[in-house]
């Protein structure tokens, strides 16, 4: 090997100075003073997941458009309440972004049978550091629902991507209530071990 | 609500499944509960990886609609209290260092996300490269800035390296990529740009992948240290 590699490798898996703008704590942080710009790459970061979470849920994409819009309106104003010590900013904006998923759902269909149909995954714009990302972060939840049991993963999946209840996930599963509580405290703590989570 | 009981149902209210008068009585004893709130964090962190797995961009017209709203949106004042928690959050940076820094890699990040030119379509390789049966991926992080992640597929004998938020090299540079096994260094692809994606191919008996600065149209062998170097998965 010719001498540039023989020593001084500098790779390191740590964060450094320059990574603080791409830290998504550090910019929400700058979003609660009111800085636009650190907004729009909170954007860039946040925009992709959470409109894919409430698509998921909602389905009809012109109304996961509106509540996605909601959502990051609120993430611009209620940035002062993000506290980094009590979680990461994606799950704490992923949080506000499901459950106004699921109170959308909830308030519009009041208890009747929600349409099931599948949706086209356009990606007419795909960029390629985004898609690489989610590729390989669905990767991981794939692997990972794939070690649960049958009733662990359909629990989880029902309640998060479908936006049931636990009763109602009962009922579509046909087991108790304390059995689907379980199982889906179960899956959660399985997936959260296999995807090493920080707790 | 008693202990167990609210136990029982932390994930549901982890994963909103809650119906909503559970909801408010669980958030009710949240407040009070202190084992709850440690265990809490860690079932929202690994929902939301089930949220980050769904991700799909969103239509191009939702990111001016929501940028007019901000404009037109008071925020929230901090909670009294919240200055000490954001020291914490920044160790031994003054503030206004921090600012200055994330200021000037804000504005060179602003101008490489509003690049028209940056690569709208994936290319067949890459796509190859991501879906081969045994991809295996490294995060990169560079210690000199920037991130991304290396693709390899030994099937295909090729990879493919994404990086963004990389310093800028001096004009008449670019990052040269080399592939480094037990014989000399063998180029591997030049990136031109702080952001951008490289396929790397013939990675044949590699066992690292190496990154220097170098003349922009490129060198046989490298001339300076490397900025960082990888290893490939097996």
Known sequence: ?199 | MNAPDAHGLLAPYALDALTDIERRRFEHHLTRCETCAGELRGLHETAAMLGVAAAQRPPDALRARVMDEIDRTRQLPPRAGNHRRWRWNLPGISLLLTAAMIAAVLFAGFTVLSDPERPRRTDPQISAVLSAPDARSVEVRPATGGSGTLVVARSLNKAVITMKGLPAVPSGHAYELWLLSPDAPRPAGLMHDTHGSQVISAIDDATHLGVTVERAEGVSAPTSPPIFTLRLPA
């Open chain 1, 1 to 199: 090997m010719s001498e540039p590699f023989a020593e001084g490798a500098r790779f390191t898996s740590g964060p450094t100075a320059e990574d603080l703008p791409e830290d998504l704590s550090t910019l929400v942080q700058y979003v609660a003073c009111g800085d636009r710009r650190a907004f729009e790459l909170v954007y860039e970061q946040v925009s992709g997941p959470v409109y894919g979470t409430i698509l998921r849920v909602v389905r009809d994409p012109a109304q996961a458009e509106e509540v996605a819009q909601e959502t990051l309106v609120q993430v611009w104003r209620e940035a002062s309440r993000f506290d980094p010590l009590r979680g990461s900013p994606m799950a704490w904006v992923l949080t506000l972004a499901h459950r106004r998923a699921v109170d959308r759902v909830r308030s519009a269909q009041a208890g009747a049978e929600r349409e099931q149909r599948a949706y086209h995954l356009e990606r007419e714009h795909d960029h390629v550091v985004e898609e690489v990302e989610t590729r390989l972060d669905r990767e991981r939840v794939r692997r990972c629902l794939g070690g649960l049991t049958e009733l662990q993963r359909r629990s989880l999946t029902l309640a998060y991507y479908s936006g049931y209840t636990y009763p109602q996930v009962a009922g579509l599963l046909d087991v108790p209530l304390g059995t689907i509580k379980t199982r889906m405290r179960d899956a959660l703590i399985r997936m959260r071990d296999c995807l090493g989570v920080d707790r």
